[in-house]
């Protein structure tokens, strides 16, 4: 199980399609790279549910010290375990939990998970921005009371949704019989693959809504290194002109269509809810 310390980031990827005598073409490379930032541990998909658990307990204890009560390690690590069995039955390829105190001293945590969907037939060269918009539009149907937009990531552009949701989490994870409600804040960035068919699925959970703006610039740093090439560790930015899109900043091309979502640009203002 990867873990990341204060003051630094962990590249992880996505698996990318296996070459097939279909199509000799594909390759094991990696769907995309993305970093951490720091506070982040990643969870290990294939370990045993009780062992990993137990590292989860055994690298919260000493990342956090004095910085977070028994109580607060032992519900990171149990919200943690809820999250990561729910998001590998849905079908993630990564997931990560965070535990960190917020500029007023409080402490805030959160879940982060990755679905990558790719569909058995489908163009190679996909129409990423096409693909984006009609995201949007569906999402907007779906959830008329959430915030959707289309933003722009150096990677490519990507549909945005940010929603509260009410879920009852099982009691006994907590020791109690009955369900214990929760109101949660998510936003899902939907970023259509340059690889081929598909898009990577980032969907981000806190019941911390007092600093979602906290949340929000630290999501838009995590975004804006999403590439196709492994990160250099403390290098310049190295990806291409195909994957860094346009400038922050600067306009995509064209405006939304009649009734669609607004488009906005990656900085912190333009996923703010």
């Given amino acids: 199980m990867a873990t990341t310390d204060p ?34 541990t990643q969870f290990d998909l294939l370990e045993d549910p009780e062992e990993r658990m137990l590292r989860m307990a055994e690298a919260v204890d000493p990342l956090f010290a004095d910085a977070a009560t028994p109580l607060q390690k032992f519900s990171l690590v149990i919200s943690g375990e809820y999250a990561l069995q729910t998001a590998i039955a849905a079908g993630a390829e990564h997931v990560s939990a965070c535990l960190l105190r917020m500029p007023d001293g409080e402490l805030s945590q959160g879940t982060l998970s990755v679905l990558v969907e790719r569909p058995d037939t489908g163009p190679r060269d996909q129409d990423r921005r096409g693909s984006a918009r009609r995201t949007a539009l569906q999402w907007r149907e779906q959830h008329p009371d959430a915030e959707v937009a289309l933003i722009m990531l150096p990677y490519g552009p990507s549909a945005l949704c940010i929603q509260d949701r009410e879920l009852e989490l099982p009691g006994v994870l907590f020791g109690l019989d009955d369900p214990v409600p929760a109101t949660i804040r998510q936003v899902q960035f939907c970023v259509p693959l340059s690889t081929g068919p598909g898009s990577a699925l980032f969907l981000f959970m806190t019941e911390d809504r007092e600093h979602w703006t906290e949340y929000l610039d630290l999501l838009g740093t995590l975004m804006q290194s999403v590439s196709t090439q492994e990160p250099a560790d403390d290098g310049p930015d190295d990806r291409g002109p195909d994957d860094r899109g346009p400038a922050d900043g600067a306009p995509t091309d064209g405006g939304p269509a009649d009734g669609g979502p607004a488009e906005k640009n990656p900085s912190g203002e333009g996923v703010a809810a």
Avoid: I, K, Q
């Fill in 7 to 40: 003051g630094h980031t962990a590249a992880v990827s996505t698996a990318g399609p296996t070459a097939t005598a279909a199509d000799p073409a594909a390759t094991d490379v990696p769907d995309l790279w993305f970093e951490l930032p720091p506070g982040f």
